[in-house]
Structure formats: structure tokens, C-alpha cells
């Protein structure tokens, strides 16, 4: 087996590819040890000491070091992990599967909407799941809709996307330009 890595925007967080499906729906992001502990992968990666971030993609596993610790130091040791992981068919979470996690996960942070919107909430959806989520995961992430009210688009940027220099401009620039060509109704993105 081969896993092949790629860099992603954010310079702490390394793309890493298995060859094969790391998450059959949805995605999963870790930011602490606790966290991690739903998965013995994540929490195999977080026992390195130099993790701050684990996320799961349908064909990926994004891994975000610590500050100041230099990949080529790390990178080794997590493409020793993903092998061991891999190559011995261990399930990716404790129980065995997936179950029981909702992503993206609903929480006390999304913003809801207005039952009114509830068209422009749908074409939001449709474009955010359409050409953007794909985007952000070519780079090691994913974008969570948290609610849209009064104009403004609520999002939540996770993985390689969640702490990289660039997410502000990506959502500014980048999705807000494209929500607002697509659906007047919007005014602005702000992240969640």
C-alpha cells in the first residue's frame, strides 16, 4: 500500500491519500485528544504529541501539526500510522462503523433560518454542496452550512480549511462572490 500526501493552503496541515475510502458518507474532524477518542486512528494520530487536528474525508485524512513542529519530522510517523491503520482493515471508529455521527454536526452553533427563505435556503445548500464543498475538499477540508438570516450566510470552515491563512479571503472572496452571483437574497458570508 501507498499513501500518498499532498500540501494543502494551510502550511500546518498535510492531505494525506490512502488509495481508498477513509469515510462512506459525511466527514469527521478532531481538534483535541478527547475528541479523538470515538476513533483509535484519530487517537493514534493525536498520541504523537505534535497533532492539533484530524479530519476525515470520503478519500482523505488531513493532519494538523502543532505549532513549530516541521513535517518532515512528523510526516513519517503519521504515514507509519495510516499504513499500520489501513493495511489492517481496523475499523476507523471504536463500535466498529460510523453510526450514530451526524455530519455535519448539528449544534448549538448554527445560526437556523427564517422560514420564509426557505427556497434561497435550498439553492445555498445545492451551490455550497455543489462547487464548493468539492473545492475545499481538494484542499484538505470541508464547509459546514450553519444558517442563513437577514442576507447573511452563515459557515464553518473544518479540517486543512478550519486554521489556514487564506480561509477569511475563501469566504469572503471566493464563496461570497459566488453565493451572491447565484442568489441575490445574499449579502454577505460570515464564517460561524
Same mark, same amino acid.
Given at each position: ?6 500540501t494543502?493552503?494551510?502550511? +500546518? ?7 481508498? $475510502? ?5 466527514t ?9 477518542e470515538a476513533?483509535? @486512528?484519530?487517537?493514534?494520530l493525536?498520541?504523537?504529541g #505534535?497533532?492539533t487536528?484530524?479530519?476525515f474525508?470520503? *478519500? ?8 513549530g513542529?516541521e513535517w518532515?519530522? /512528523?510526516?513519517?510517523?503519521?504515514v ?5 491503520h489501513?493495511? *489492517? ?7 466498529g462503523? +460510523?453510526?450514530?455521527?451526524a455530519?455535519?454536526?448539528?449544534g448549538?452553533? #448554527?445560526? !437556523?433560518? #427564517? ?9 445555498i445548500?445545492?451551490?455550497i ?8 475538499a481538494? #484542499? !484538505?477540508?470541508?464547509i ?5 438570516? $437577514?442576507?447573511?450566510?452563515y @459557515?464553518?470552515m473544518? !479540517? ?9 479571503a ?5 464563496? $461570497?462572490?459566488? /453565493? ?5 437574497e ?7
Amino acid at each position: 500500500m501507498f499513501i500518498e500526501t499532498e500540501t494543502t493552503p494551510n502550511p +500546518a496541515t498535510l492531505k494525506f491519500l490512502p488509495g481508498r $475510502e477513509v469515510m462512506p458518507a459525511g466527514t469527521r474532524e478532531f481538534t483535541s485528544p478527547e475528541d479523538a477518542e470515538a476513533s483509535p @486512528l484519530a487517537e493514534a494520530l493525536f498520541s504523537l504529541g #505534535d497533532v492539533t487536528g484530524v479530519f476525515f474525508g470520503s *478519500s482523505f485524512v488531513s493532519v494538523t501539526a502543532a505549532p513549530g513542529v516541521e513535517w518532515p519530522m /512528523l510526516k513519517p510517523q503519521v504515514v507509519s500510522i495510516l499504513l499500520n491503520h489501513f493495511v *489492517s482493515g481496523a475499523p476507523l471508529f471504536a463500535g466498529g462503523d +460510523a453510526s450514530g455521527f451526524a455530519v455535519p454536526a448539528e449544534g448549538e452553533d #448554527d445560526f !437556523g433560518d #427564517d422560514p420564509a427563505d426557505a427556497d434561497i435556503v435550498v439553492q445555498i445548500k445545492d451551490l455550497i454542496e455543489t462547487r464548493v464543498r468539492p473545492a475545499v475538499a481538494n #484542499d !484538505g477540508g470541508d464547509i459546514v452550512y450553519r444558517g442563513f438570516r $437577514e442576507g447573511v450566510v452563515y @459557515l464553518s470552515m473544518q !479540517g486543512a480549511c478550519s486554521g489556514c491563512p487564506s480561509s477569511t479571503a475563501t469566504l469572503k472572496h471566493g464563496i $461570497e462572490s459566488l /453565493l451572491k452571483h447565484y442568489v441575490p437574497e445574499v449579502t454577505e458570508v460570515r464564517a460561524a
